[in-house]
């Protein structure tokens, strides 16, 4: 079967990443963390993430249950850079939920419709109902990033999504539906792990995009795009909360940490939900 961008992750790998980022690929153990920045060496162990994910999916099922008989509207936004692990925590957090009221929002790009509307209308249709949960995977926010990095808008319509950003999710939040922004983050090792490990195995062959292909030589054209983005919408009423994803393990568990922490749902235990990790959760400032 030909793979999709044949040979494009590992051309690059070969040709173009730097010869530190390869290294430490060719000599980490599956378990060993590549960035020495992040705060632990190796991943969390497999049973005590076991163990620790299913009591706090039971906790989700507590906090659907009090959304639907509270009525209150919650809206959860997964971003972050190309596989940095938004679908995976997304599954970990929706698995054990009433699919009729816990959706997952994932749009394709526009259609010529929607280019001629006003640009968060296509997201207002979404928004969460009495009851529900929505998931958001990617959001509004290509824009600030995505769209920039690859030249899909003009600086002005940036400049004008940037102008309106803050009032828009303030009037969500005023209008009572409680906003998540989750930003995954991820190194740029471990990103190139991953692609390659989808390069290779059928089964996630699909993962790939050309944007993902494309966007291996940009890493410093995402990093100016994600820093002037948290500079401009890191608010204080829809604040960014940062998820260090190099451990996927450790980020669902924080991430849904993070979630259950904020809400205060009916009949939560807090001895299973605590506070998220400190090295691995915080603002803006945790990535620079």
Known sequence: MQKPFDGAISAFYENEAP??????????????????????DKQMDKDEYEDTIE???VELVKLQSWAQESGARIAIIFEG??????????KRFRENLNPRSARVVALSKPSETERGQWYFQRYIQHMPSAGEIVFFDRSW?????????????????????????NEFEDMLVDDGIILIKLWLNVGRGEQLRRFLSRESDRLKQWKLSGIDVK????????????????????????????????DKK???????????????????????????????????????
Not at 32 to 39: G, M, T
Not at 83 to 88: E, F, I, L, T
Not at 141 to 161: A, I, L, M, P, S
Not at 253 to 276: G, M
């Open 19 to 40: 010869d530190s980022i390869r290294k430490s690929i060719q000599t980490a153990s599956k378990k060993e963390i590549l960035d020495k920045s992040f705060p632990y």
């Open 215 to 246: 966007g291996l030589a940009k890493w410093d054209e995402y990093t100016t795009a994600i820093q002037e983005n948290f500079k401009k919408t890191h608010s204080k009423h829809a604040p960014w909360v940062i998820v260090r994803t190099d």
């Open 141 to 165: 926010y290509n824009r600030g990033v995505v769209e920039k990095v690859f030249g899909f808008c003009t600086d002005e319509q940036r400049k004008h999504f940037f102008a309106q950003v």
């Open 250 to 288: 450790r980020a669902r568990i924080n991430a849904i940490r993070t979630v259950l922490a904020q809400i205060p749902y009916a009949q939560k235990n807090e001895k299973v939900v605590s506070k998220p990790d400190p090295k691995i959760v915080g603002g803006p400032e945790i990535i620079g």
């Open 81 to 90: 850079r190309d596989a940095a692990g938004k679908g995976g925590t997304i």
């Open 55 to 57: 009591d706090l999916q």
